[in-house]
């Protein structure tokens, strides 16, 4: 796995043909600089369990990692985030205007590698579903900023489109290098990876509380004076009236946001947030069970175990 996540590292880096050096040294900065490379490992893991093309397969494992990239690139603009990964953002260190060309390009970039390493009018169809998914989870989020009376649902249907299509995407491409596929293998795969993204994102929604209240997490705290509600919030929300309360101040202070993450973390949210991943998490194995046992399984299941186990 490594030596084929190292492959598909140098593949977005070697497609990286910018005539702006800007935005060609942005780029490569940030494909380079360590991040998990997650979805493009459940890709080429699905890919493993039947023979497969495999230079078509570790492009395809690049081309959703340069999709998920593009879609962080936009986020920190929109958010107007400094840090990414605990390193400046393109847009901090180059500008707006650097970053959206940088994000626009490699959603190009994504288009090009899909329509190459897929030989597949539908991936090509099936890429263009799922970017707008991804994008209506991200509108759904905006729609919801500063909505004190947010649900649950509404929060698992951001997450869905924001997270979780992006997994079930990673998951088809892996089930295109197949010749003669079983549907019902492909449709086991992609339902196992859309409930193992609800829990990832969970997850990380429930470790930006986890700090203590010495050293609760700044993102944590934007979030909150930006209006992002996530899951241990809403919950809290409705079993402590005062976080709505204090919700309602037009230009929320530092001390007030600390109280509220404080008041999250005194309550039952966390818990109660930490049983819907462990749902999700179960879903996401049972539909794991359907599929052929051998290594690229065994790894599967212990990737599921160990994201809803990790710290950070």
Known sequence: ????????????????????????????SMLTDGGKLLRPALTILIGRFFPHHHNDLLGLAATVELLHTATLIHDDIIDDAPLRRHQKTIQTQFGKDVAVYAGDYLFATTFRL????????????????????????ELSQRMNHFNTNITVADYTNQIAGKTAALFEFASYLGTTTVDNLDPAFSQSAQQFAYNLGMAFQILDDILDYAD??????????????????????????QEEPTIKTLLQVPVLSTNQVTEIAQLVQQSQAIETAMEMASHYTDQAEDHLDALPDGEAKDILYALSDQLLSRQR
């Open 212 to 237: 203590d209240q010495e050293t609760l997490g700044k993102p944590t705290l934007e979030d909150i004076q930006n209006g992002v509600y996530s899951l241990p919030l809403i919950l809290a929300m």
């Open 114 to 137: 899909l329509a190459y390493h897929s030989h597949s009018v539908e991936a090509g169809r099936k890429g263009a579903e799922y970017l707008e998914k991804i994008l209506n989870g």
């Open 1 to 28: 796995m490594q030596r084929d996540l190292k492959t598909v590292r140098a593949i977005m880096v070697d497609n990286l043909t910018v005539q702006d050096t800007e935005i060609q040294t942005a780029l490569t």
